[in-house]
């Protein structure tokens, strides 16, 4: 069963914006924390930015001042608005949330952001 769907990312030049999406099944639980996680090719899954129920925030020290997460509870859905893009943010995107009742924590396919030139 396909618990998150992540969508918008692509190819942009460095300087740019993009703004990733991702949907969540009913399953998966609007009273948890949700975020974003990355992995660039040669390196472990690092952290983004997550962001509580009630719109608490943390994030990576490498995005910080340039991406901005958000949510709509009503829509399940998390939104990562990414500007001042740079080639080291290159990398796959990865929404992350927690399931309604057993708590278990699932992670969406993926989506591909290139940042170049």
């Known amino acids: 069963q396909v618990y998150l769907v992540e969508s918008g990312g692509g190819l942009v030049q460095p300087a740019g914006s993009l703004r990733l999406s991702c949907a969540a099944s009913?399953?998966?639980?609007?009273?948890?924390?949700m975020g974003w996680y990355r992995q660039a090719p040669g390196k472990e899954r690092e952290l983004v930015a997550t962001i509580t129920s009630s719109s608490s925030t943390n994030y990576g020290d490498s995005v910080k001042g340039r991406f901005t997460i958000s949510r709509d509870n009503a829509k399940n859905t998390v939104y990562l608005q990414m500007n001042s893009l740079k080639p080291e943010d290159t990398a796959v995107y990865y929404c992350n949330g927690r399931l309604k009742y057993t708590n278990l924590e699932v992670w969406g396919q993926g989506t591909l952001v290139t940042v170049s030139s």
């Open positions: 009913r399953s998966v639980s609007s009273a948890n924390a």
